[in-house]
């Protein structure tokens, strides 16, 4: 018996294959769970957010800043100023320092009256030096001289105008005079004082203001400030007064 044909279908090769130009999904939707294409969510359109970017505006300098500046820049301009003149004034002129002492005290009047009040008189000898070749010195008015113990005034005065030139030595003749009330107290703690230790602590202070002579130059006003500390053997009218010791401090004071 002959075996049945078997008949193959054959496919023309020649024919135009068309693809399929149907979405498998419409268009907005997506695929559910369920393979229904139509149902499903809609989801908005795709929009690119693009950042804003904020320019930082100049910054501005205040005038409170710019004020400040101009006057720390000007104080040291003024400072730098200063200091040169200063230098070249050191250098041509060589200032010193003058120097004082007090080289004899005479009491004219101590006593304890009878209100309780001290009155003294002293007769002071201070001698002043100005050890500068180039340099003068104007004593004006106005000057004070005051005399302490334990930190009461006793009597006070002050210096008499003058000039003082180069290199120049000058001694002056000061009467102090002063009155001291409810002195009992302080009398009898001086009398105490000397009769244990034999010497008295006193306080001399000057102040007095002067003007320095540069050359023919004349400066501003400035004060000199002398303070000097005394040890005399006793405090009584009408005797022969021994200052045992003398230290005087200058100060200069614009």
């Not at 800043?65 to 101009?70: A, D, F, I, P, V």
Request: hydrophobic share 35%; charged share 20%; net charge positive.
């Amino acid at each position: 018996m002959a075996d049945p044909q078997k008949i193959h279908p054959v496919h023309d090769v020649e024919a135009p294959v068309h693809a399929s130009t149907a979405p498998l999904v419409p268009r907005g939707t997506s695929k559910s769970d369920g393979g229904d294409p139509a149902v499903g969510q809609r989801y908005p359109p795709f929009q690119r957010t693009i950042p804003v970017m904020h320019s930082k505006p100049p910054k501005k300098r205040s005038c409170c800043c710019k004020c400040l500046c101009w006057t720390v820049c000007l104080l040291l301009l003024q400072l730098i100023i200063i200091g040169i003149l200063v230098g070249i004034i050191f250098l041509a002129f060589q200032p010193k320092l003058p120097k004082y002492s007090v080289d004899k005290m005479q009491i004219t009047q101590f006593n304890l009256s009878s209100d309780d009040s001290l009155y003294a008189a002293f007769d002071v000898t201070i001698t002043a030096r100005n050890p500068n070749k180039k340099i003068g010195i104007y004593y004006e008015g106005g000057s004070s001289i005051h005399v302490w113990y334990t930190g009461r005034k006793l009597c006070q005065g002050a210096l008499p105008k003058f000039y003082q030139g180069h290199r120049n030595t000058t001694v002056l003749n000061v009467p102090l005079t002063g009155q001291t009330q409810n002195a009992s107290g302080l009398l009898t703690t001086l009398q105490q004082q000397q009769q244990e230790t034999g010497s008295i602590p006193l306080t001399l202070r000057v102040n007095q203001p002067v003007r320095i002579k540069l050359g023919k130059l004349k400066l501003f006003k400035i004060k000199f400030r002398v303070r000097c500390r005394l040890q005399v053997d006793r405090l009584s009218a009408n005797n022969a007064i021994t200052i045992r010791n003398s230290s005087c401090k200058f100060r200069l004071r614009l």
